[in-house]
């Protein structure tokens, strides 16, 4: 299983960006996909996460109603359209793979770098 994101940049506080991650090689069943991320010195922290085959999602106290996570199914990719974006949400975005009831993630992307500026 190989999970890449893109979207990260530079962006305004008050704006958006829509990050994307597609997962390559086979499909696993029943697991999660979730986004995290992770400011250095810091830790990673839970952001949002969505079965594959969509349904309910669950989200991270400090994005609850700016963030939304999504699946298309047919293109393998998981959304994280961010909202209303903030200069703390300045991190290294990483989307994962796994079970969240357990808290097991089995797979991870590399990251990419979102930094909001005031």
């Known amino acids: 299983v190989h999970l890449a994101e893109s979207g990260g940049g530079l962006v305004q506080a008050g704006g958006s960006l829509r990050l994307s991650c597609t997962q390559s090689?086979?499909?696993?069943?029943?697991?999660?996909m979730a986004w995290f991320r992770q400011v250095p010195g810091k830790e990673r922290e839970f952001l949002a996460a969505?079965?594959?085959?969509?349904?309910?999602?669950d989200y991270g106290d400090s994005v609850k109603g700016r963030f939304t996570i999504s699946v298309s199914n047919t293109e393998n990719t998981v959304y994280l359209q961010m909202n209303s974006l903030k200069p703390e949400d300045t991190a290294i975005y990483y989307c994962?793979?796994?079970?969240?009831?357990?808290?097991?993630?089995?797979?991870w992307g590399q990251g990419t770098q979102v930094t909001v500026f005031s």
């Open positions: 994962a793979q796994g079970i969240r009831r357990v808290n097991r993630w089995d797979y």
């Open positions: 090689g086979r499909t696993l069943i029943g697991y999660e």
């Open positions: 969505i079965r594959w085959s969509g349904g309910s999602s």
